[in-house]
C-alpha cells in the first residue's frame, strides 16, 4: 500500500534553516505529482509547493517564495523540502501527500490540502521561534 513517511522537522530559531524529506513506497512514485502542506495549530491544513513527476515544474505559495524549495529523487522514491530563513509563522506540523498529476490552478491546490482522503505522511513538526 502507499507510504509516506515524512522526517527532518525540528526546533530553530528564526532565520535557520531545516530540510525536510519524505520516503515514499508501494506506487509509482516517479509518475505522481508531490506536494508539501502544513497545519499550524488552530489553522486550516495549507498548501506550501508541489512539483511534478519529472521534477521539472514547481509551485510555491507567496509566502514561502524565494526561501523554500521543493525537490524530489526519483531513484530513491523520496521527495525534499528545504526551507531557509524559517520564521516564527512557519511553525507548523508539515506534511507530504501525492496524486497522480498536479494541481493546474493555486485555487485547486488549495482544494488538495482539505482532501481527507488520498495519501497523506503522518506529518512532521518545524518550530521556529523568535
Known amino acids: 500500500q502507499v507510504q509516506l513517511v515524512e522526517s527532518g522537522g525540528g526546533s530553530v530559531q528564526a532565520g535557520g534553516s531545516l530540510r525536510l524529506s519524505c520516503a515514499a513506497s508501494?506506487?509509482?512514485?516517479?509518475?505522481?505529482?508531490m506536494g508539501w502542506f502544513r497545519q499550524a495549530p488552530g489553522k486550516e491544513r495549507e498548501g506550501v509547493a508541489h512539483?511534478?513527476?519529472?521534477?521539472?515544474?514547481?509551485y510555491y505559495v507567496e509566502s514561502v517564495k524565494g526561501r523554500f524549495t521543493i525537490s524530489r529523487d526519483n531513484a530513491k522514491n523520496t521527495l525534499y523540502l528545504q526551507m531557509n530563513n524559517l520564521k516564527p509563522e512557519d511553525t507548523a506540523i508539515y506534511y507530504c501527500?501525492?496524486?497522480?498529476?498536479?494541481?493546474?490552478?493555486?485555487?485547486?491546490?488549495?482544494?488538495?490540502?482539505?482532501?481527507?482522503?488520498?495519501?497523506w505522511g503522518q506529518g512532521t513538526q518545524v518550530t521556529v521561534s523568535s
Open positions: 512539483i511534478d513527476s519529472a521534477g521539472g515544474r514547481t
Open positions: 508501494g506506487y509509482a512514485f516517479s509518475i505522481y505529482c
Open positions: 501527500a501525492t496524486r497522480r498529476f498536479c494541481p493546474s490552478t493555486p485555487a485547486n491546490f488549495g482544494y488538495w490540502g482539505q482532501e481527507t482522503q488520498g495519501y
